[in-house]
Nanobody, 121 residues
Framework: QVQLVESGGGLVQAGGSLRLPCLAS????????MGWFRQAPGKERAFVAG???????LYADSVKGRFTISRDNAKNMVYLQMNSLKPEDTADYYC???????????????WGHGTQVTVSS
């Protein structure tokens, strides 16, 4: 089992920044690919960014150049740095873990409870 806890959400103005940490506990964190997904009201959960155990990253086109995913295996942490935020980034953000490599679909074994991000115009 892997437990994931997100934090760092909140209300921010358009153009601002937020950093979302996700703390993992349980099995060996470094063996897992980590992903961030988001779900806006009335929409399906969508891939935002992912990072493999080796540090290789993958991003959704909508966030490339604005968001950065990183991980600290020694601290069992994964981060999503969000810059130049837009109102359309408003959503609940979820941290997820899966063995192997990053997947852009929601086929992850473990999920956090989410943290809410609201971007005002």
């Amino acid at each position: 089992q892997v437990q994931l806890v997100e934090s760092g959400g909140g209300l921010v103005q358009a153009g601002g920044s937020l950093r979302l940490p996700c703390l993992a506990s349980g099995r060996t964190f470094s063996n897992y690919a980590m992903g961030w997904f988001r779900q806006a009201p009335g929409k399906e959960r969508a891939f935002v960014a992912g990072i493999n155990w080796s540090g290789t990253t993958l991003y959704a086109d909508s966030v490339k150049g604005r968001f950065t995913i990183s991980r600290d295996n020694a601290k069992n942490m994964v981060y999503l740095q969000m810059n130049s935020l837009k109102p359309e980034d408003t959503a609940d953000y979820y941290c997820a873990a899966r063995p192997g490599t990053v997947a852009t679909v929601a086929r992850y074994d473990y999920w956090g409870h989410g943290t809410q991000v609201t971007v005002s115009s």
